[in-house]
């Protein structure tokens, strides 16, 4: 099973950037998903092994997902956060079938606490 280690997340203003990372054990395609108090988790983004990125309407424009194929690892660039991209953000991989369900994941990072303040 592909193990994987997240890193970044933290508090900030609305308005400001965060960079989290996420390094797998071996090769697959990963995805961000996130979950705030009291929410179901929900799909932030998507990257395949190739590079093909995929985004919540929510986050589109503002998030960017990229991957460092030669380190295994999927970085999720936030751009202009908001108080309600607060959440745990969760990295997930080897998933099979759609890149948007949380089910279709077989392996989960520990999570990090995105916090964003008004």
């Known amino acids: 099973q592909v193990q994987l280690v997240e890193s970044g997340g933290g508090l900030v203003q609305a308005g400001d950037s965060l960079r989290l990372s996420c390094a797998a054990s071996?090769?697959?395609?990963m995805g961000w998903f996130r979950q705030a108090p009291g929410k179901e988790r929900e799909f932030v983004a998507a990257?395949?092994?190739?590079?093909?990125?995929y985004y919540a309407d929510s986050v589109k424009g503002r998030f960017t997902i990229s991957n460092d194929d030669a380190k295994n690892t999927v970085y999720l660039q936030m751009n202009s956060l908001k108080p309600e991209d607060t959440a745990v953000y969760y990295c997930a991989a080897d998933p099979i079938g759609s890149l948007y369900a949380s089910y279709a994941y077989h392996a989960w990072g520990q999570g990090t606490q995105v916090t964003v303040s008004s």
């Open positions: 990257i395949r092994w190739s590079g093909v990125p």
């Open positions: 071996g090769r697959t395609d």
